[in-house]
């Protein structure tokens, strides 16, 4: 059943007009950042919508009966990774302020939806390892750039955290890579084998 709406066309449709408002939102979500941010950067500090940018390429092919390999592994990487990474940083807001605004739980929801669909799909995925080396080489790039180089999102009441944030993050890379791994190529060698 869960196998006929994941690819049920007119499912598909929805989910992707959902991912891609979603992902003109988040870009929205970042002008602020986005105007401060260098030129050589502004390719990797919008992470959440980039994520779901690719996820939204992907259903589109998808929709068409087509694959995109790399796009699939950068997908299920980065939606997995800043899903998770969103969720984590809201609670951590929780804690921190003892407060969230409406819109901290409705990123909280939107983003531990991301994390679910990436998965969600990885059986429809055509990724070889060299697509999730691809991935993974960009993603933990991605950190070292928000991490080395400052140009993490901001939340103003986790600045004093930074470095404890981005040893989370490096290692909620390594854990997402993994995952990316372990639920398609992996998968594929033992159904192959």
């Not at 870009?27 to 401060?36: D, G, P, T, V």
């Amino acid at each position: 059943m869960v196998n006929y709406i994941l690819r049920d066309k007119r499912f598909l449709i929805i989910l992707f007009i959902i991912n891609l408002l979603g992902t003109i939102y988040g870009y929205i979500w970042y002008e602020s950042q986005l105007a401060i941010t260098p030129d050589i950067f502004l390719i990797f500090v919008p992470d959440s919508p980039t994520a779901s940018l690719f996820f939204t390429i992907f259903l589109l092919f998808f929709i068409f009966g087509r694959n995109i390999p790399y796009i699939e592994a950068l997908g299920i990487i980065m939606l997995f990774k800043y899903g998770v990474w969103a969720v984590v940083m809201n609670l951590l807001t929780l804690i921190i302020d003892g407060s969230l605004s409406p819109a901290g739980y409705m990123l909280m929801v939107s983003h531990g939806a991301m994390a679910l669909q990436g998965l969600l799909y990885a059986p429809y995925y055509k990724i070889k390892l060299r697509h999730i080396a691809v991935a993974g080489i960009w993603t933990l790039h991605n950190d070292v750039i928000d991490y080395v180089f400052g140009m993490m999102p901001i939340y103003s009441s986790l600045t004093d955290y930074m470095n404890e944030i981005g040893y989370f993050t490096f290692w909620l890379s390594i854990l997402s890579i993994f995952i990316a791994y372990k639920y398609t190529v992996n998968r594929n060698n033992r159904i192959s084998a």
